[in-house]
């Protein structure tokens, strides 16, 4: 099952530069629907009041994580 790690976008200013980084909020899960359509189900790590949330592939690490729960 193919999975996403779902994140939100932080701009900060380092110095003169803006940079963003990118905060864990929770995970995409792809998932075939009964009808063979393929649908997504999120799983939030906490409430989220974001108006913006962006969706990674794992890295190794969080994938062995994720698979162990």
């Not at 200013?13 to 963003?20: A, I, V």
């Not at 864990?24 to 799983?43: A, H, I, P, Q």
């Amino acid at each position: 099952m193919a999975h996403y790690i779902l994140t939100v976008p932080v701009t900060y200013k380092d110095g003169t530069t803006e940079k963003t980084s990118f905060r864990r909020v929770g995970v995409v899960f792809e998932n075939t629907c009964e009808n063979g359509d393929t649908c997504l189900s999120l799983k939030l790590d906490f409430p989220v009041g974001a108006t913006e949330l962006v969706a990674f592939l794992p890295k190794a690490k969080e994938a062995e994580e994720t698979d162990e729960a």
